[in-house]
């Protein structure tokens, strides 16, 4: 006995859905989960591996695989299934993981990561891609306090979970720890999961994955680089800006000429989807700058534990799961949607205006409060934004509608942390030198983030000084991603409700593509 998609709008999902939903959530988990555990465990790494000049590139490696992968995954998954670049992209992070955990020295390591990032890059676009093939957009609605919950879960758990295997299993068990987990998703989507199998004549699009590629490694080794590792004066940072644009022009012209897009341009004559594109890389830009500086502050300013730093955010992750889940079912049950940029852009502005007046003084409550209001602001953009973008294009699109959606938001937090963290540190390094003179100026000199051991290590006079400039430079942070996020308001009252599908759109081949019959999920 089969149900075909149809049947997933009409109320009780088939247990088959179900199942196919549990998968898709732990592949999400694995992706988001990834680099927040093996974060707490970097320290262990580079005891036994040694490498330390190298330390960044283990997560860089894997954060620039991701980002030039995920439009890659995207267009795949239109051209030859959904289904097949799913399990691909399960099978290469699993891969990775496994070969991440055997690695004997810090070169091996950051080359597995990198394969292992290559994975990570469809897992989400393959998450957001087969849902939205799956439930009509209608009902998807009620499906993102789910998909909030794992992000909240992954975000809070993964530094325990990190600290947790790292000191009574090893180091790396953080990667092996992918195994049984991908294995059960793996397992569940290739035997519950059939969508139509797509056979597309065109070629894949080299050339276009090949500048676009490079455009984007330029684009985040600039946002990486700039400011720590070199001047963003440098002569190295300009060449990398140089290839990043060159490369990026070059990709737009190539694409109005290409036989089979990597990246269709036409998806952006759509307003809205344009509209959350952008939207999308602003709530990027503004999340991971938060989730960066928030437990600093608390750590130095507060006194807060490091140990439980990602329990320090759970206000802001709180109010963003329940504020997610009331959009998705008002915007199920009533099919309207507007209102919910709105009200995000206004929250998420006062709430970062508000974070920006936390001083030496300001309460564990209050900051609780102002970040409250923050994550509710973000529960009302991080998902409705990809409804309305799948919304937005045809479901021959689904797929590079979902990856370029997820790239904007990436290249966003890439932005939000480099912009965001040079003015911090800016601000650090002036306010040390003015308070502690050429002491405050050498302690700050190499990074103007302090761990808690160099922290308590400081004189108190210092110390003092450390908590001054920390709580200037979140000030100086926060005030400018509330005027960031202005855009957002501005932009959210240009979107057009067009009214969502209450039913899976009928598929609309590509010239030249062979479809095979209406998606089917096999009931169990």
């Given at each position: ?29 694995l992706a988001?989960?990834d680099?927040?555990i093996?974060g ?8 036994e ?20 992968s ?6 795949i998954?239109?051209?030859?299934g ?7 992209s399960?099978v ?7 070969l991440?955990g ?13 394969v ?9 676009v ?22 909030a919950g ?9 530094p325990?979970v ?8 090893g ?10 987990l991908?294995?059960?998703a793996?397992a ?22 090949l500048l676009?590629?490079?455009g ?15 001047a ?12 990043g644009?060159?490369t990026l ?26 509209l959350?594109?952008?939207i999308?890389?602003?709530t990027?830009?503004?999340m ?9 502050y608390?750590q ?8 439980n730093s990602?329990?320090l955010l759970?206000?802001?992750l709180?109010?963003m ?12 049950s ?7 940029p ?5 929250l ?9 007046l ?6 564990r409550?209050t ?19 990809m ?10 699109d ?25 003015l911090f ?8 030198a003015?308070?502690?003179g ?13 761990d808690?051991?160099s922290?308590d ?38 979107v057009?409700e ?6 899976p ?6 010239e ?5 019959p ?7």
């Amino acid at each position: 006995m089969a149900d075909t998609v149809e049947s997933v709008g009409e109320g009780k999902q088939p247990r088959s859905v179900r199942v196919v939903l549990l998968a898709l959530m732990i592949a999400m988990m694995l992706a988001m989960l990834d680099n927040m555990i093996v974060g707490t465990a970097m320290p262990t790494i580079v005891g036994e591996l040694g490498g330390l000049e190298h330390l960044s590139w283990v997560v860089t490696g894997y954060t620039l695989a991701t980002a030039a992968s995920t439009p890659v995954w995207g267009k795949i998954g239109d051209m030859f299934g959904r289904k097949g670049a799913f399990l691909s992209s399960i099978v290469i992070f699993l891969v990775g993981s496994a070969l991440s955990g055997m690695a004997q020295d810090m070169g091996q390591l950051i080359g597995f990561r990198a394969v292992q990032g290559l994975g990570a890059g469809g897992l989400m676009v393959g998450v957001m891609a087969i849902i939205g093939d799956l439930i009509p957009p209608r009902e998807r609605g009620k499906y993102q306090g789910l998909m909030a919950g794992v992000m909240a879960l992954a975000m809070i758990g993964g530094p325990l979970v990190g600290g947790t295997i790292t000191d009574n299993w090893g180091w790396r068990w953080a990667f092996y720890i992918n195994l049984p987990l991908g294995a059960v998703a793996l397992a569940l989507v290739t035997a519950v999961l059939h969508l139509p199998k797509k056979r597309a004549k065109a070629g894949i699009d080299y050339l276009g994955v090949l500048l676009l590629t490079v455009g984007i490694t330029s684009t985040v080794l600039v946002t990486t680089w700039g400011g720590t590792e070199y001047a963003w004066s440098s002569a190295r940072i300009m060449e990398l800006i140089g290839i990043g644009v060159a490369t990026l022009v070059g990709f737009v012209f190539w694409q109005t000429r290409a036989a089979e897009p990597v990246l269709p341009l036409h998806i952006f004559k759509s307003r809205n989807f344009t509209l959350m594109s952008l939207i999308g890389f602003i709530t990027g830009f503004v999340m991971f700058g938060a989730t960066l500086f928030l437990p600093l502050y608390q750590q130095a300013v507060q006194g807060a534990s490091a140990t439980n730093s990602g329990l320090l955010l759970l206000p802001m992750l709180g109010a963003m799961l329940v504020t997610s889940m009331i959009a998705g079912r008002v915007t199920t049950s009533s099919g309207r949607y507007k209102l919910f940029p709105i009200v995000g852009g206004v929250l998420m502005i006062v709430g970062l205006y508000l974070l920006s007046l936390m001083d030496t003084d300001t309460s564990r409550l209050t900051s609780g409060i102002y970040m409250a209001v923050v994550g509710a602001g973000m529960g009302c953009l991080m998902q409705i934004t990809m409804l309305v973008a799948q919304n937005s294009v045809e479901m021959k699109d689904m797929g590079v509608a979902s990856s370029s959606t997820t790239l904007f938001r990436t290249l966003g937090s890439s932005f939000g942390v480099a912009i965001m963290g040079a003015l911090f540190n800016h601000r650090v390094q002036d306010v040390m030198a003015e308070k502690a003179g050429s002491l405050g100026a050498n302690i700050t000199q190499k990074s103007a983030q302090l761990d808690a051991k160099s922290l308590d290590k400081l004189p108190a006079v210092a110390r003092e000084a450390y908590q001054h400039a920390v709580s200037s430079g979140t000030h100086a942070a926060f005030l400018l991603g509330a005027a960031v996020a202005v855009p957002v308001l501005i932009m959210a009252l240009f979107v057009k409700e067009v009214p969502l599908r209450s039913g899976p759109q009928k598929p609309a081949p590509a010239e030249g593509d062979e479809v095979a019959p209406p998606a089917l999920i096999d009931a169990i």
